[in-house]
Nanobody, 122 residues
């Protein structure tokens, strides 16, 4: 059974930092594209950042977090991270971890964590 467990959320002042973690189990972690998404109250879930599988581990970021957030992964620990710096009140949301895989036969798999709340407020 695949399980993704996020941690590291909390309340932080504007300009502060948080580091989110997502621990995966029950899956071949290294072959999945891992991502962070967020959902603010009354808004749709949106992509924050992704990191590919494989040795290159290329990254992709939403424009609104470029230069502030960094996604990384540790395949030995089955964990993906999101380092968030220079946080703004607009970053307040529930942050979700995602694991995505597309097999060669075209079947796709998506798994989600339960989310961790990030609140940015003075």
């Amino acid at each position: 059974q695949v399980r993704l467990v996020e941690s590291g959320g909390g309340l932080v002042q504007p300009g502060g930092s948080l580091r989110l973690s997502c621990a995966a189990s029950g899956m071949a972690f290294s072959i999945y594209v891992m991502g962070w998404y967020r959902q603010a109250p009354g808004k749709q879930r949106e992509l924050v950042a992704t990191i590919t599988s494989g040795s290159d581990s290329s990254t992709n970021y939403a424009d609104f977090v470029k230069g502030r957030f960094t996604i990384s992964r540790d395949n030995a620990k089955n964990t993906v991270y999101l380092q968030m710096n220079s946080l703004e009140p607009e970053d307040t949301a529930v942050y979700y971890c995602n694991a995505h895989r597309r097999r060669i036969d075209g079947n796709e798999y998506d798994y989600w964590g339960q989310g961790t709340q990030v609140a940015v407020s003075s």
